[in-house]
């Protein structure tokens, strides 16, 4: 069954515009009575019927809201710092995938790429495309914020230190504490995960990190490449936190799992 996102909320009475609605109606042919799996990107979802078409639009009615389990049991926010050439895209699309709730991209002393205020914003707007198709593919019922491009600064500043949550800071130089000790030791759900560029931290980020909360731990002996750490740190975390398992929802009623539209 088809899933699509919603600008607005579910509601008795819905629409759907913009490249998306192009497509359900030149590429997939959509007609009056089709069902369809609707999510309004902030975790709410239901089943719907295609109910008409008018000003390239499709008109869309409500059949039953929908308690899926699709989102992750914690609320991880990725802070990566940029890497070089488009590993980022993978990044963005495989995170989206893992669960994220944000992702933060974050220029720390030894990022090779750097990009003015036009590239940076057109940058930002294609990674939460990629978040939002990602989420499609992958039977989300939320997009994942990607939020504009930030010094190592302002994110470790911005992030809201007196905010109950699990810091945990991906740092070559540390040893001996690793990533499950970390997370055995806190039942905190929201977490915050700092992960380094091509050349890892300098000190003294190192040093920020630590006095803002941040706990250094260790992937392993190996040293990652940054795209694979993000991705392993990620399905480490949401394996110890419970997502990456089965959980039943109202959407297996329907015998079909969403597809993208």
Known sequence: MRRVFLEGGIAPLM????ADAH???RVMRAKVGEKLL???GAGGSAEAEVAGFADGKVQLRLLRRLEEAQESLAEIEL???LPKGDRMDFIVQKATELGVACIRPVLSQNVVVRYDEKKARARKERWQKIAAEAAKQCGRTRIPEVKPIASFREAIEGQGTAEEALRLFFYEAEKRKELRTALAGSALRRIFMLVGPEGGFDAEEAK???ERGFSPVTLGRRILRVDTAAIVALAL???EKGDLGFAESSIDDLGLQGQSV
């Open 15 to 18: 629409e759907v515009a913009g």
């Open 23 to 25: 497509h359900l109606q």
């Open 38 to 40: 609707v999510a309004d």
């Open 79 to 81: 802070f990566q710092c």
């Open 208 to 210: 920020l990190a630590t």
């Open 237 to 239: 975390v949401q394996y």
